[in-house]
Each structure stands twice: as structure tokens, then as C-alpha cells.
T-cell receptor, first 112, second 110 residues
Framework: DAGITQSPRHKVTETGTPVTLRCHQT?????MYWYRQDPGHGLRLIHY???????DKGEVSDGYSVSRSKTEDFLLTLESATSSQTSVYFC???????????FGSGTQLSVL | RKEVEQDPGPFNVPEGATVAFNCTYS??????FFWYRQDCRKEPKLLMS???SGNEDGRFTAQLNRASQYISLLIRDSKLSDSATYLC???????????FGRGTSLIVHP
């Protein structure tokens, strides 16, 4: 299995608080992605990165920011969490664009 | 129209049956295609890539039809352990952003 770790695995927080999710990889892959998965919507792309300090928005980026200061780490931040951001968040990596994705185990986030 | 569409199912089949899923995509410039398997509350895992000439891996066969813009997954001799959600992924256009279908649920019963 690809070396990809997400933390935390579970998080419960209150509306209006900031939350940061971390994705760490040991594969030295160039591309990293953050997806959220909700019933009826499938996996939707939030943000992705194609290199250190190189990021771009996905389909559902409003309310989220990301940072990638090192190849191995991709952080997803909810500046002020809302109940609509309750979801399962998956990080994925790939060696290059168009290549297969490898996923982390996911983070279950509940915003109360 | 969504970029990538799948029949959500569920497909309910007996053990030993053959079952096929399709996935249609809207971007004719799409370049790479994959099938993933996702078990309940787990991360998606790569099942197989889909090549232009079609490819097979044991009981699983994947095909690409560029003219009609769909990919397919055929599962022969279904096992109980094949019960899962099957996701198709399409990397489209110049950005190569991977886009997922919503998945097709398969239930294999004894």
C-alpha cells in the first residue's frame, strides 16, 4: 500500500472554529488531492496540488484553503467550520497527472 | 449533465452471476480511465486501469468505447466478497483533474 497518512482520523468540532486536516505521504508523489464524500454526491474535489506551493481549486473549494510547503505534506484548512462541512475527507496522491490515485484512510469530520 | 455518470444501482445478483456496469463521460478529450472499489466507510482502492484495447484481470474485464464515451466493467463468477461500490474515474481534458462518478453499488447474495 502507498504510504499515505491522514490525521486526525476523526474530529468533532463546533461551528465557527478553525480546523486543519493533514495529509502526509512518503511516496514523493507530485500530485496531492483533497476530496470530500457525501451521500448522493460521491467524491468531489476540493483542492489539489501539483507541487510545493502550487495549488489550485476544485469543484467545491468555497470555505476551504490548502497549503503545501513540503512535498510530503498537504494541509486542508476550514477557516470557520460550518455544519455543511460535516463529511468524510479523503486525501489522494498520484505520481503525475492522469495517473492512478492512492487514497488515505479518510477523516470523518463532524461540525456541530 | 454531470461529467461522469454511473447508475447507482444497487445491482443485486446471486453468487456466480456475471454483472456489468457502465460509466459515461462527457469530455471527449478525456485521456485516462480507472475503476476503483470502495467498501463501506473505507477509502477507494484501485481495481484496474482501463486501456483503449480493453484489459482483463482475472474475473474482471474493463473496456473503453471512445466513440460512445463510456467505459465498462464486467465481473464474471461473482463472489460474496465482490459486494462493494464501484467508482469510475475519468481524467479529462488539458487539466487532467480526476473526476469521479457517484458509484454503482453491487450486492452479491448467496
Amino acid at each position: 500500500d502507498a504510504g499515505i497518512t491522514q490525521s486526525p482520523r476523526h474530529k468533532v468540532t463546533e461551528t465557527g472554529t478553525p480546523v486543519t486536516l493533514r495529509c502526509h505521504q512518503t511516496e514523493n508523489h507530485r500530485y496531492m488531492y483533497w476530496y470530500r464524500q457525501d451521500p448522493g454526491h460521491g467524491l468531489r474535489l476540493i483542492h489539489y496540488s501539483y507541487g510545493v506551493k502550487d495549488t489550485d481549486k476544485g469543484e467545491v473549494s468555497d470555505g476551504y484553503s490548502v497549503s503545501r510547503s513540503k512535498t510530503e505534506d498537504f494541509l486542508l484548512t476550514l477557516e470557520s467550520a460550518t455544519s455543511s462541512q460535516t463529511s468524510v475527507y479523503f486525501c489522494a496522491i498520484s505520481p503525475d497527472r492522469g495517473e492512478k490515485l492512492f487514497f488515505g484512510s479518510g477523516t470523518q469530520l463532524s461540525v456541530l | 449533465r454531470k461529467e461522469v455518470e454511473q447508475d447507482p444501482g444497487p445491482f443485486n445478483v446471486p453468487e456466480g452471476a456475471t454483472v456489468a456496469f457502465n460509466c459515461t463521460y462527457s469530455n471527449s478529450a478525456s485521456q485516462s480511465f480507472f475503476w476503483y472499489r470502495q467498501d463501506c466507510r473505507k477509502e477507494p482502492k484501485l481495481l484496474m486501469s482501463v486501456y483503449s484495447s480493453g484489459n482483463e484481470d482475472g474475473r474482471f474485464t474493463a473496456q473503453l468505447n471512445r466513440a460512445s464515451q463510456y467505459i465498462s466493467l464486467l465481473i464474471r463468477d461473482s463472489k460474496l466478497s465482490d459486494s462493494a461500490t464501484y467508482l469510475c474515474v475519468v481524467n479529462g481534458g488539458g487539466s487532467y483533474i480526476p473526476t469521479f462518478g457517484r458509484g454503482t453499488s453491487l450486492i452479491v447474495h448467496p
